[in-house]
């Protein structure tokens, strides 16, 4: 089986500031992992993705994020951030070893940038 | 490039009816994959197409069903809609079926903007 957790509902952070959206997984074998975001009456925007190679993965609008296979875990990150990037964050794990498995989503992280 | 259209972007339907939704996936897009999103239950995967073929379903009732033209655009179909299918349901596409081992598991989703369906 192949799941995704998002421990945060919602991540505060000051315009400028780091922020982190945290991701764990789970999967049999080796995992595909996705990160999408979600403005107000959007469909979901591809960000970034990690398939194999550099645990660093930098994606559009400035965003990277940081696999850890030992701790299961794929934390999107961004320097410094904008009100702008204030939304919904998705992650998602196919795992690459299974025959049938659709995109598993977490449950969403929203993330608030304040000015 | 036109990127994934789902029509009709909000509609209203009453208990007991039934709805029709519709994805026309980027162009060369042979996969079209539907996904129901509520504020309780999140993203829960609904079916894929591929090659007018469905490739894998989710875990809901018959009611749910859909079908893929030979032009890869795709319906799905809701029936004896009930309040609970009030919901965002958004429908992507990709080069080729994710199903399977192998690289097409890394191929990204494209999405619509969504159909927003309202059951009173």
């Known amino acids: 089986a192949q799941s995704v957790a998002q421990p945060e509902d919602q991540v505060n952070v000051a315009e400028g500031n780091p922020l982190t959206v945290k991701c764990t997984y789970s999967v049999s074998g080796n995992p595909y992992l996705f990160w999408y975001v979600q403005y107000p009456n959007r469909g979901l925007q591809f960000l970034l993705k990690?398939?194999?190679?550099?645990?660093l993965v930098k994606g559009s609008y400035g965003f990277e994020a940081e696999f850890n296979k030992s701790q299961t875990s794929f934390h999107l990150k961004k320097p410094s951030a904008l009100v702008s990037d204030s939304a919904l964050y998705f992650c998602?794990?196919?795992?690459?070893?299974?025959?049938?498995?659709?995109?598993?989503f977490g449950s969403g992280t929203r993330l608030q940038v304040q000015p | 490039k036109a990127g994934v259209t789902q029509t009709p972007r909000y509609l209203i339907k009453t208990r007991g009816q039934q709805v029709t939704l519709s994805c026309s996936p980027i162009s060369g897009h042979r996969s079209v994959s539907w996904y129901q999103q509520t504020p309780g239950q999140g993203l829960q995967f609904l079916f894929e197409y591929f090659s007018e073929t469905q490739r894998n379903k989710g875990n809901f009732p018959g009611r749910f069903s859909g079908r893929q033209f030979s032009n890869s655009r795709s319906e799905m179909n809701v029936s004896t809609l009930e309040l609970g299918d009030s919901a965002l349901y958004l429908c992507?596409?990709?080069?080729?079926?994710?199903?399977?081992?192998?690289?097409?598991?890394?191929?990204?989703?494209?999405f619509g903007a969504g159909s927003r369906l309202t059951v009173l």
């Open positions: 998602a794990v196919r795992d690459s070893y299974t025959g049938r498995r659709a995109l598993t």
């Open positions: 992507a596409s990709s080069l080729s079926s994710g199903i399977g081992t192998g690289p097409s598991g890394a191929n990204v989703l494209t």
């Open positions: 990690y398939i194999t190679g550099d645990n």
